[in-house]
Nanobody
Framework: HVQLVESGGGSVAAGGSLRLSCAVSGDADRRACMGWFREAPGEERGEVAIVYVSTGETVYVDSVKGRFIISLATSKTALYLQMNNLRLDDTATYYC????????????WGQGTQVTVS
């Protein structure tokens, strides 16, 4: 069983920065890909950034490239999202997720943390 708990959300002025954290516990062998997703009001949840656990390769959605950085603790017990130069359209609930197979569905999700940019 895997548990994900996000923290670090909040309100920030446009141009500011926030760092989201996701505490990961449970079966370490099941961690193939981990990522951050976000859902804005009236929109579908979408991928923001993912990391391939075995290689460290990262992938970003175009809208956050150059502004956001996803990273995984060496212990693989924490996932981070450093968000810089935040824009109004980054406002959303951010979710941490884990997939047991990269390219497959994300089976485990955190409860979400709200990010509001004004």
């Amino acid at each position: 069983h895997v548990q994900l708990v996000e923290s670090g959300g909040g309100s920030v002025a446009a141009g500011g920065s926030l760092r989201l954290s996701c505490a990961v516990s449970g079966d370490a062998d099941r961690r193939a890909c981990m990522g951050w997703f976000r859902e804005a009001p009236g929109e579908e949840r979408g991928e923001v950034a993912i990391v391939y656990v075995s290689t460290g390769e990262t992938v970003y959605v175009d809208s956050v490239k150059g502004r956001f950085i996803i990273s995984l603790a060496t212990s693989k017990t924490a996932l981070y999202l450093q968000m810089n130069n935040l824009r109004l359209d980054d406002t959303a609930t951010y979710y941490c997720a884990l997939a047991t197979r990269c390219g497959g569905p994300y089976q485990y999700w955190g409860q979400g943390t709200q990010v509001t940019v004004s």
